[in-house]
Protein backbone atom coordinates (compact mmCIF):
# COMPACT_ATOMS: atom_id res chain seq x y z
CA UNK A 1 0.00 0.00 0.00
CA UNK A 2 0.93 3.75 -0.87
CA UNK A 3 1.25 6.40 1.33
CA UNK A 4 -1.36 8.38 0.13
CA UNK A 5 -4.23 7.04 2.23
CA UNK A 6 -5.82 4.74 0.15
CA UNK A 7 -6.06 2.09 1.92
CA UNK A 8 -9.67 1.58 2.84
CA UNK A 9 -9.18 -0.69 5.78
CA UNK A 10 -7.47 2.05 7.91
CA UNK A 11 -10.17 5.00 6.84
CA UNK A 12 -12.37 6.00 10.02
CA UNK A 13 -16.32 5.99 8.48
CA UNK A 14 -17.87 9.05 10.75
CA UNK A 15 -21.69 10.02 10.61
CA UNK A 16 -22.54 12.58 7.41
CA UNK A 17 -25.01 14.60 9.26
CA UNK A 18 -24.03 18.21 10.47
CA UNK A 19 -25.20 19.49 13.65
CA UNK A 20 -27.96 21.63 12.57
CA UNK A 21 -29.51 18.73 10.71
CA UNK A 22 -29.59 16.53 13.52
CA UNK A 23 -31.21 19.40 15.39
CA UNK A 24 -33.72 19.64 12.87
CA UNK A 25 -34.28 16.10 12.70
CA UNK A 26 -35.13 15.92 16.80
CA UNK A 27 -37.35 19.01 15.96
CA UNK A 28 -39.53 17.78 13.40
CA UNK A 29 -39.71 14.31 15.04
CA UNK A 30 -40.57 15.97 18.29
CA UNK A 31 -43.30 17.88 16.92
CA UNK A 32 -44.59 14.88 14.86
CA UNK A 33 -44.39 11.71 17.27
CA UNK A 34 -43.78 13.22 20.70
CA UNK A 35 -46.05 11.95 23.46
CA UNK A 36 -48.69 13.64 24.97
CA UNK A 37 -48.34 14.79 27.93
CA UNK A 38 -50.91 14.24 30.91
CA UNK A 39 -52.48 16.79 32.05
CA UNK A 40 -52.60 18.13 35.97
CA UNK A 41 -56.21 17.14 37.26
CA UNK A 42 -57.49 19.32 39.67
CA UNK A 43 -59.09 17.00 43.36
CA UNK A 44 -62.44 18.60 42.76
CA UNK A 45 -62.56 17.83 38.95
CA UNK A 46 -60.89 14.38 39.48
CA UNK A 47 -63.72 14.00 42.36
CA UNK A 48 -66.91 15.25 40.07
CA UNK A 49 -65.46 12.32 37.54
CA UNK A 50 -65.14 9.72 40.22
CA UNK A 51 -69.15 10.67 40.89
CA UNK A 52 -70.36 10.66 37.48
CA UNK A 53 -68.51 6.94 37.36
CA UNK A 54 -70.26 6.13 39.65
CA UNK A 55 -73.68 7.28 38.72
CA UNK A 56 -73.29 5.55 36.04
CA UNK A 57 -72.04 2.47 37.19
CA UNK A 58 -74.97 2.54 39.07
CA UNK A 59 -77.41 3.30 36.06
CA UNK A 60 -75.60 1.02 33.85
CA UNK A 61 -75.45 3.93 31.61
CA UNK A 62 -72.87 3.91 28.54
CA UNK A 63 -70.18 6.37 28.90
CA UNK A 64 -67.32 7.93 27.27
CA UNK A 65 -64.04 7.65 29.59
CA UNK A 66 -61.25 9.84 28.51
CA UNK A 67 -57.80 7.80 29.54
CA UNK A 68 -54.36 8.91 29.23
CA UNK A 69 -52.65 5.91 28.87
CA UNK A 70 -49.12 5.87 27.97
CA UNK A 71 -48.13 8.22 25.39
CA UNK A 72 -51.89 9.43 24.37
CA UNK A 73 -55.34 10.02 25.00
CA UNK A 74 -57.74 7.51 24.38
CA UNK A 75 -62.03 7.75 24.41
CA UNK A 76 -62.86 4.47 25.43
CA UNK A 77 -66.85 3.67 25.04
CA UNK A 78 -68.48 0.92 27.20
CA UNK A 79 -70.54 0.43 30.55
CA UNK A 80 -68.66 0.68 33.79
CA UNK A 81 -69.34 -2.84 35.70
CA UNK A 82 -67.28 -2.50 38.71
CA UNK A 83 -65.26 -0.03 40.40
CA UNK A 84 -62.40 -1.81 42.84
CA UNK A 85 -61.04 1.16 45.32
CA UNK A 86 -58.34 -1.02 46.86
CA UNK A 87 -56.55 -1.88 43.60
CA UNK A 88 -57.73 1.99 42.45
CA UNK A 89 -59.12 0.49 38.51
CA UNK A 90 -62.36 0.16 37.37
CA UNK A 91 -63.76 -2.33 35.46
CA UNK A 92 -65.54 -1.83 31.76
CA UNK A 93 -67.11 -3.64 29.60
CA UNK A 94 -66.33 -2.17 25.97
CA UNK A 95 -67.08 -3.28 22.17
CA UNK A 96 -63.54 -4.54 22.31
CA UNK A 97 -62.89 -5.71 25.86
CA UNK A 98 -64.76 -7.32 27.95
CA UNK A 99 -63.76 -6.24 31.45
CA UNK A 100 -61.23 -3.92 30.63
CA UNK A 101 -59.58 -2.83 33.54
CA UNK A 102 -58.51 0.88 33.38
CA UNK A 103 -56.37 2.74 36.56
CA UNK A 104 -57.90 5.54 38.56
CA UNK A 105 -54.86 7.47 37.36
CA UNK A 106 -55.24 7.63 33.77
CA UNK A 107 -58.75 8.79 33.83
CA UNK A 108 -58.71 12.50 32.79
CA UNK A 109 -62.48 12.97 31.70
CA UNK A 110 -66.23 10.82 30.94
CA UNK A 111 -68.93 11.77 28.87
CA UNK A 112 -72.49 10.56 29.39
CA UNK A 113 -73.53 9.07 25.54
Not at 22 to 31: I, P
Not at 63 to 70: S, Y
Request: hydrophobic share 35%; proline share 2%; net charge negative.
Amino acid sequence: MDSNGKDRGTIKWTSMMMPEHVAMLKDYLKNEYEAEEKPIMDEQVMEQIFMSIEESCEQHQTIDLHVHEKIKREKIRGRVTNINYMDRHITMDTDELFNRKIKFDDVVGIEFI
